[in-house]
């Protein structure tokens, strides 16, 4: 090793550490201390965890933490991250806060620059720790389709986390649903682009708001894994890449300004995403600006060598990470502690160090980790499970639940419904109700002793309390994915034949690696109901007695066997702690629901990966093959209790310069005899292009709000770039010609279309503006705007 430069003494602050200097002044200030040895280490992180092949929360987490050495030997030159303090083993708030505080104060008094560490932990579903509220999946966020709501989500968790000592958050996941079949699609905000950018980039801004970083995950192509396999290889073109997976990384990075983005475990056209330069730097930085860190996925340097087979080695895994972009190695640092090993190259390598060092450094700064006088917060009770949090959650909850059929106006329920059988294999399970990263299910089952670690009610609970006037049983029916048991099937049977209605709930229970039927590392086989729920909502219809499905699930299931059967069809993704006394709301009419589709329901099992983006040959139709793939229910789609009605799209012009702006307007009313909210939808269809395009595609939306009898004005403006596309030539364009735009409350019940011509050449577009702007008049309050108002940015 070098010798070290000389650095102040511990009496007399050195320049790095001077808020009143320069950001950029202070990290070269600190980058000219600091030795090679020092420089790596704010390149890693450290993760205090031990566990068996039993206990993983990550991929292949028990085998490559072994030989991890003692903290304080792994941070003797420093390091840049801690790892998950709070979400590794169950600790309180103050727990945490006492570790967090001992692992900083050792970073500070006990290495030659006292540089702390950036502590960080997953958030998707709320703060992963012990006794955090548990918000809805980030599938129920898509269904509310409500950004402003999502943004109010994000702030509280980030509220909590900086109040506790924790400055950055692994989330948004922001993967675009290609195949229902994966199992992190509960992870997803489902298979619009557009809807994933708008609610993933209100999340950023929430969390970011509240001072804690938000990290954009998996960049890119996680979700598009062939047959739905986790960390499978994408076989995907560069124009599908663009147009369908890239856009929402792309508006939380221009838009949301988004300080953080961590790689995906898979391989586009052969090439790892943690080794592709292509990937994390000419397009990430280059080409969209972005000037926060990379991250790598959990140990996906080392799947260069180990999985990826592209490294011979952990150091050159290392190098060929950093080349490509990643600043730092989570969740420990290993490969990148190997970088001289053998190296070829040792200039360009000590080159990518400093410049991922200044990065990491930079975000250091900006978060006051360096200030003269920054301690770590003194440990405290803080309330994570607020009052506040829980409002939130239910109202999340309540919005995100879909009526998917109504038969005769079946729902809701009167309060005295008679006997109420509610029968499914997870019918008591609270944990039934959570996501995969919750803490519930992601950590909790480690330790069983504890239960979930958290207050929640089940189902048949919420309803006997919503319902008071009728009697509510339960019974389980059959397994989650077990072969029945034909006597506990039949007692099932009797119950709902001796009852006036029967809940059928079934779905999903949210697991790690294959420990349930959705999340990481839980990947279905098809999209038919799991074990033989199939067979218990059969032998529940045959009983004649009305049946009200109720799909809790984090991914949508085949249920076009049971259209035109069920009385109605409720479908709700994982709707956290809150969500049994929504579903009670809903189902006894408390709550009216107002969720639609962020994802198509198949009607049967063949004939996929489908989603409603395909060109013309991808869609159903046309006698050109044997397989239908027609869902049984249409993106966008969710009924009320009350009724609207839709008029045409009218346009402020029928032509639009290349570059300039249209704005579409139709008139919404409530025609029903209750208040209620709908989502609005705008689509785009470009019927002749110089490449396939969708045949229809979602380029606004609106949630609105009305009262009884009320009507109201949604005002889409749109700019030319929300018509451009990936074109031959690989470049986005914005090329004259027919748009035509309709609208719907789903997207198989839309408008006539409105003619839109776009005149000029072929524009080359190379900073787009990407959201369309919304403006909501309910009639006779001209202030009144709804929660999608967005202003129009690049």
């Known amino acids: ?66 030989g991890r050495p003692p903290f304080e030997e792994a941070v003797a030159e420093g390091i840049g991250h ?67 709501l999502v943004e109010e989500m994000a702030r509280a968790i980030g509220s909590d986390m900086a109040a506790v000592g924790v400055h950055q958050g692994l989330s948004p996941v922001l993967d675009v649903v290609t195949d229902y079949r994966w199992g992190r699609v509960e992870e997803t905000l489902g298979e619009d682009p557009y809807v994933v950018a708008t609610l993933a980039t209100a999340y950023v801004a929430g969390l970011q708001d509240a001072g804690v970083i938000a990290t954009l995950k998996h960049f890119a192509g996680h979700a598009t894994s062939r047959g739905g396999r986790n960390h499978a290889p994408v076989a995907m073109g560069e124009r599908e890449l663009r147009d369908l997976v890239l856009p929402p990384f792309e508006m939380a990075v221009r838009v ?38 990379v991250v790598s996925d959990y140990w996906a340097v080392a ?94 909850a309540e919005e995100s639940i879909i009526l998917l059929d109504n038969r005769e106006r079946f729902l809701p329920l009167p309060s005295a419904a008679g006997r109420i059988a509610v029968i499914g294999p997870c019918v008591d399970d609270p944990g039934a109700l959570m996501g995969a990263y919750s803490y519930p299910i992601h950590v909790m089952p480690r330790h069983p002793e504890m239960g979930l670690g958290i207050d929640a009610t089940s189902i048949p609970d919420a309803l006997r309390a919503a319902a008071s006037g009728s009697e509510v049983v339960a019974l389980r029916g059959t397994p ?98 809150e969500g049994a006394a929504a579903i009670a709301g809903v189902l006894t009419g408390t709550v009216n629901p107002s969720g639609h589709l962020p994802v198509q329901i198949p009607r049967t099992d063949g004939a996929l990966p489908h989603t409603y983006l395909a ?26 209790y009350t009724t609207f009605e839709l008029g045409d799209v009218s346009l402020d012009r029928e032509e639009m310069a290349n570059d300039g702006t249209v704005r579409a307007t139709v008139r919404l009313e409530n025609t029903g005899d209750r208040a209620g909210a ?13 490449v396939t395009r969708p045949v229809q595609q979602l380029v606004g939306y609106a949630r609105v709000w009305l009262e009884a009898g009320a009507a109201a004005s949604v005002a889409f403006e749109l700019h030319a770039d929300r018509f451009s596309f990936t074109g031959l030539e690989r470049r986005r364009i914005v090329e004259p010609g027919l748009v035509n735009l309709t609208a719907g409350l ?22 787009p503006v990407l959201v369309t702007g919304v403006e909501t008049t309910v009639e006779g309050r001209p202030d009144t705007k709804d929660e999608t108002t967005q202003e129009d940015a690049a």
């Open 303 to 396: 799947f260069l060598k180990s999985k990826h087979g592209v490294a011979a080695d952990m150091a050159e895994a290392g190098r060929l990470a950093l080349h490509a972009g990643i600043d730092v190695e989570l969740p420990d640092i290993a490969a990148y502690r190997l970088l001289d090993d053998g190296d070829p190259d040792p200039a360009r390598t000590r080159s990518d160090v400093d410049t991922a060092v200044r990065r990491v450094l930079r975000q250091k700064i900006e978060l006051g980790l360096l200030d003269d006088g920054w301690a770590p917060a003194e440990p405290a009770d803080v309330d994570i499970d607020s009052a506040r949090n829980r409002d939130i959650a239910r109202r999340l």
């Open 256 to 293: 949301g300004d988004a300080a953080s983005v961590m790689n995906s475990y898979t391989e586009l056209d052969r090439v790892p995403a943690a080794a592709d330069r292509w990937l994390l730097t000419d397009l990430l930085r280059d080409e969209w600006g972005f000037d926060g860190t």
């Open 82 to 148: 801690l790892t998950r303090v709070f979400g590794t083993t169950p600790v309180t708030a103050r727990e945490g806060m006492e570790k967090v505080r001992a692992s900083q104060r050792h970073l500070m008094d006990s290495t030659r620059l006292g540089i702390p560490g950036v502590v960080h932990e997953e958030c998707l579903t709320g703060f992963t720790t012990l006794g955090a509220t548990v918000y809805p999946a980030s599938m129920a966020w898509a269904a509310t389709f409500d950004p402003q």
């Open 480 to 577: 989650l994915v077990e072969p029945a048991d034909e006597a506990e099937l039949a007692r099932a049977v009797d119950a709902a034949a001796a009852s006036d209605v029967v809940i059928a709930v079934v779905g999903d229970r949210a697991g790690m690696f294959g420990k349930g039927t959705s999340g990481e590392g839980s990947d279905a086989p098809g999209l038919d109901l799991p074990g033989d729920q199939g067979r218990l909502v059969e032998a529940l219809l045959d009983t004649g007695k009305p049946v009200v499905l109720l799909v809790l699930s984090g991914r949508p299931y085949a249920l076009g066997a049971y259209t035109g059967r069920a009385a109605a069809i409720v479908q709700s993704f994982l709707p956290g702690v």
């Open 615 to 640: 060109p013309p040959l991808g869609q159903d139709g046309d006698r050109i093959s044997s397989l239908s793939i027609a869902p049984a229910f249409p993106f966008g789609h969710g009924l009320s």
């Open 746 to 767: 789903s997207l198989a019940q839309v408008t006539a279309p409105a003619a839109l011509t776009i005149r000029g050449t072929v524009r080359v577009v190379d900073e």
């Open 1 to 66: 090793m070098t010798n070290a430069p000389d650095v102040p003494t511990k009496t007399k602050s050195p320049e790095w550490a001077d808020p009143a200097a320069g950001t950029e002044a202070r990290v070269e200030a600190l980058l000219a201390a600091m030795t090679p040895a020092e420089k790596i280490a704010q390149l890693g992180s450290y993760w205090a965890d031990t566990r068996d092949s039993t206990q993983i929360i990550a991929p292949m987490q028990d085998v490559l933490s072994k």
């Open 678 to 690: 709908t989502v609005v939808q705008l689509y785009s269809a470009d019927p002749v292009a110089q």
